[in-house]
């Protein structure tokens, strides 16, 4: 969010959190951590919605959620091999 806002209002960036050095690799992996907590709050909002009887009509919404967060994970993780990789 920073890095959108800087762009929008000063045309800057935060160029230490994506060059690939020690912040951008600490960075990466905080990202990485608060996904995976994220991914298991996704499935713990499954388990609620199936023990309050939610209907069979928002699994579509359950699973979109799911998806969105292994998307994130996974463009994450190729980050943070890029940078591992340099």
Same mark, same amino acid.
């Given at each position: 969010m920073a890095q959108w806002v800087l762009s929008l209002a000063f045309g800057s960036s935060l160029p230490f959190l994506f060059e690939g050095g020690a912040i951008a690799i600490g +960075?990466?992996? +905080?990202?990485?951590i608060i996904a995976s907590f994220t991914l298991l709050l996704d499935f713990d909002n499954i388990d609620r919605g199936v023990?309050?009887?939610v209907s069979e009509d928002y699994e579509w919404l359950f699973s979109i959620g799911i998806l969105a967060t292994l998307v994130w994970m996974y463009i994450e993780f190729m980050r943070l091999l890029s940078y591992l990789q340099d």
């Amino acid at each position: 969010m920073a890095q959108w806002v800087l762009s929008l209002a000063f045309g800057s960036s935060l160029p230490f959190l994506f060059e690939g050095g020690a912040i951008a690799i600490g +960075f990466s992996l +905080f990202v990485i951590i608060i996904a995976s907590f994220t991914l298991l709050l996704d499935f713990d909002n499954i388990d609620r919605g199936v023990a309050m009887g939610v209907s069979e009509d928002y699994e579509w919404l359950f699973s979109i959620g799911i998806l969105a967060t292994l998307v994130w994970m996974y463009i994450e993780f190729m980050r943070l091999l890029s940078y591992l990789q340099d």
